[in-house]
């Protein structure tokens, strides 16, 4: 899709971007990338986009490319179907914005199914899109750091584009907080008993040295009614998180409130910063300093996360160039939890895009294990369904050749009726079953409180 000189026009900023979103937050494959600012100081931008001009869906084999009403079928790779869909990456944008149009949607964690020769055997109880991309040719832009918000595009005609000035100079008179309800109770796929057998099992394959660390998870579920946008303007006053998102698309609509950034590709400078380690939030301050403090010193936790540096070393090497280790064990404090977080760095390839990065990264080794696919393989015979988007990744590939992609976590997706989660942690030769079980209900705290709010 060819990119020419980007048109860029300043808007009034609101410190709030979710108002400004209620304008489009009920259209099909409306999309918000949003940093929790003013709920989290952590983040930066916000996205908003909607009206995308082409929309790829993978289910299994095949990849539905709708351009102009006109669909096309492909059973090709399908990352390289969104690269196909950016190039030429456009070279002119000399702005400091992040995000000039292209590409925003969601890589599910199964996708890898089309890179890997994974065993089946997890029942498939999310029956959604492997992969939902959309192409976008405007997108606003609120940088809360500097204040300013912007309205961004490509081959946007004039009429429309002042109508879209028009639309984002202002927020809506009367903002729609429509009805959304939990209908039933959240069930977990694992009681205690049936994690300690995952549990026992993982251990065997460490201790029989398959592998150095396996991610469990449990899905957790619920029957709910009502406007998902609503229940996602709680979530993101709950567990406020940099790298949050809404998507509202056709067939499924995803609420993220996730910690964890994936990948960051910014003028060829790769950036990954995996969480490993994790300390429940204390009311006291004194006692919530010594989480910290445990965390710091916690030989276990500094293991995993130097694991899954070492992999996310060797993912990005693939693509990249000076590839190093900037800042080890980090803690980094949300709404529930502290996460031991570290930073790798490196220097894309001239002739590699974000694409082929984000491939050869996929999925995330922080939610996987190490070595990958060893432990991938184990995941699939241990936890009784797919992930389906949950530990795939969320985010924006520019027309600039930027990327900005987070760790599908803490992550709540909702289709037919049902809403469902999942936390879990890696678990280690000297993990303790009682501890990592806990941890998975820290984790999910905040994602439980909103669902006890709406019952």
């Known amino acids: 899709m060819p990119s020419p000189k980007p048109l860029i026009t300043a808007l009034p900023y609101f410190a709030d971007s979710a108002a400004l979103f209620s304008h489009i937050a009920h259209k099909p494959w409306a999309v918000f990338l949003d940093s929790g600012y003013p709920h989290s100081q952590q983040g930066r931008y916000d996205i908003l986009a909607a009206d995308p001009v082409c929309t790829l869906v993978t289910h299994g084999d095949n990849t539905d490319i709708t351009q102009q009403g006109k669909v096309t079928r492909s059973t090709a790779d399908p990352f390289a179907l969104v690269k196909q869909q950016l190039l030429p990456v456009n070279n002119s944008d000399t702005t400091d914005l992040p995000f000039n149009g292209g590409a925003i949607g969601y890589f599910s964690y199964d996708l890898a199914r089309r890179l ?32 300013h918000s912007y309205l ?56 029989e040295g398959d592998c150095y660390q396996v991610n469990l998870t449990q899905r957790f579920v619920a029957s709910c009614e009502g406007n998902l946008w609503t229940a996602y303007q709680a979530l993101r006053e709950l567990n406020a998180a940099p790298f949050s998102c809404y998507l509202n698309l056709p067939e499924v609509q995803i609420l ?22 994790t300390r429940p939030r204390k009311a006291d301050s004194a006692e919530d300093q010594e989480q910290i403090q445990q965390l710091i010193t916690s030989n276990k936790d500094r293991a995993e996360n130097v694991m899954i540096v070492d992999l996310l070393r060797n993912d990005i ?139």
């Open 116 to 147: 890997e020769n994974l065993p089946v055997l997890a029942e498939d109880a999310e029956g959604i899109a492997e992969m939902a991309v959309g192409i976008y040719l405007w997108a606003v832009i609120v940088d809360h750091q500097q204040q």
């Open 152 to 207: 961004v595009g490509q081959q946007i005609d004039e009429s429309t584009w002042q109508d879209l000035i028009a639309q984002f100079s202002q927020l809506p008179i009367k903002q729609s907080h429509e009805v959304f309800q939990v209908t039933s109770k959240v069930q977990s796929n694992m009681d205690q008993a049936r994690y300690r057998k995952a549990f026992d099992r993982i251990k065997y394959y460490l201790k």
């Open 256 to 277: 993220s409130s996730s910690p964890e950034r994936f990948l960051r590709l910014t003028n060829g400078i790769v950036e990954t910063k995996p969480i490993k380690g």
């Open 317 to 455: 090497s693939k693509t990249c160039s000076e590839v190093r280790v900037p800042v080890l064990f980090d803690v980094e404090s949300y709404a529930t939890v502290h996460h031991l977080v570290s930073t790798v760095t490196g220097v894309l390839a001239k002739n590699k895009h974000a694409l082929d990065l984000l491939k050869s990264c996929f999925p995330g080794g922080s939610i996987t294990g190490a070595p990958k696919i060893r432990a991938m393989e184990v995941i699939e015979e241990i936890e009784p369904h797919r992930r389906g988007v949950y530990c795939g990744s969320i985010g924006y590939i520019g027309f600039n050749g930027n990327m900005d992609t987070n760790i599908a976590i803490r992550t709540l997706v909702h289709s037919n009726h049902t809403i469902r989660f999942w936390a879990g942690g890696g678990i280690v030769n000297d993990s303790v079953m009682e501890e990592e079980y806990q941890e998975c209900f820290d984790k999910a705290a905040a994602l439980l409180a909103l669902l006890q709010q709406f019952s």
